[in-house]
């Protein structure tokens, strides 16, 4: 079971994350957006974080920016309904500023669990001295 942040302005979409990964055996902790998002990850200690990447006040882009800041080794996982493409401006924005991943909205519930599985194992072999294994790209794409 890991300790997983989600963020994203879209409640509907928030309470789905919750209930797909709580029935898959996670502790969820969700956020609309990313302005207090910082604190709350320093004081949770989250094995993994969501972020959709359009929001008010404190966009997925910027979310990641300020996490990557304090928390270097936490993996960040970005979601968007706007990609179209693996080589999508913002979506290599995200990438660029530290996600381990971008996955395109309707999440595909198998390749979100795979994804998020695979994000903390790589960083605990991180953490641990040991090379990860190579990254699934597929977990990447977002077309």
């Given at each position: 079971?890991?300790?997983?942040?989600?963020?994203?302005?879209?409640?509907?979409?928030?309470?789905?994350?919750?209930?797909?990964?709580?029935?898959?055996?996670?502790?969820?902790?969700?956020?609309?957006?990313g302005a207090r998002i910082v604190q709350i990850?320093?004081?949770?200690?989250?094995?993994?974080?969501?972020?959709?990447?359009?929001?008010?006040?404190?966009?997925?882009?910027?979310?990641?920016?300020?996490?990557?800041?304090?928390?270097?080794?936490?993996?960040?996982?970005?979601?968007?309904?706007?990609?179209?493409?693996?080589?999508?401006?913002?979506?290599?924005?995200?990438?660029?500023?530290?996600?381990?991943?971008?996955?395109?909205?309707?999440?595909?519930?198998?390749?979100?669990?795979?994804?998020?599985?695979?994000?903390?194992?790589?960083?605990?072999?991180?953490?641990?001295?040991?090379?990860?294994?190579?990254?699934?790209?597929?977990?990447?794409?977002?077309?």
């Amino acid at each position: 079971m890991a300790k997983l942040l989600v963020i994203d302005d879209d409640r509907a979409y928030r309470e789905y994350l919750d209930r797909v990964l709580t029935r898959a055996g996670h502790s969820v902790t969700t956020a609309a957006n990313g302005a207090r998002i910082v604190q709350i990850a320093k004081e949770a200690s989250f094995d993994a974080v969501l972020t959709d990447l359009y929001m008010p006040e404190c966009d997925g882009i910027e979310t990641i920016a300020r996490l990557r800041a304090v928390l270097p080794h936490l993996p960040i996982i970005g979601m968007t309904g706007n990609a179209g493409a693996v080589d999508d401006p913002c979506s290599r924005a995200m990438r660029l500023f530290g996600a381990v991943a971008v996955l395109e909205k309707p999440l595909d519930r198998q390749r979100l669990l795979a994804t998020i599985e695979g994000a903390i194992a790589a960083a605990a072999a991180a953490r641990a001295g040991r090379p990860a294994r190579p990254r699934d790209r597929r977990s990447c794409r977002v077309a």
